[in-house]
């Protein structure tokens, strides 16, 4: 069964917005972590952002701190991330998985990937 799937990507051009959302489905939100992760083609998949199961704390990539905003809306179960100020370099997959528990900026620590978005930032 679908755990996880991504939507909102697509093509924006440089200093654009675009909100990811992440829909979650068979499995408690208040036990898992959910996170963001992005992997450009022949770069390794990269922690970008990640939200507690009580959703009260975040991780935030450097590279991403300060543009990015990963909140989640409990009732609906959705975790989006905002992307604000977008560079080229931001273009990859965007992908969100579940841990459970507690963030990592592992990729290997989590699980039921969903399929992907493609974020692609170009002029």
């Known amino acids: 069964q679908l755990q996880l799937v991504e939507s909102g990507g697509g093509l924006v051009q440089p200093g654009g917005s675009l909100r990811l959302s992440c829909a979650a489905s068979?499995?408690?939100?208040?036990?898992?972590?959910i996170g963001w992760f992005r992997q450009a083609p022949g770069k390794e998949r990269e922690g970008v952002s990640c939200i507690r199961p009580g959703g009260g704390s975040t991780n935030t990539a450097d590279s991403v701190r300060g543009r990015f905003t990963i909140s989640r809306d409990r009732a609906k179960r959705m975790v989006f991330l905002q992307m604000n100020n977008l560079k080229p370099e931001d273009t990859a997959v965007y992908y969100c998985a579940k841990r459970r528990y507690s963030c990592s900026n592992r990729a290997a620590d989590f699980g039921s990937w969903g399929q992907g978005t493609q974020v692609t930032v170009s002029s």
């Open positions: 068979g499995f408690s939100m208040d036990s898992y972590a």
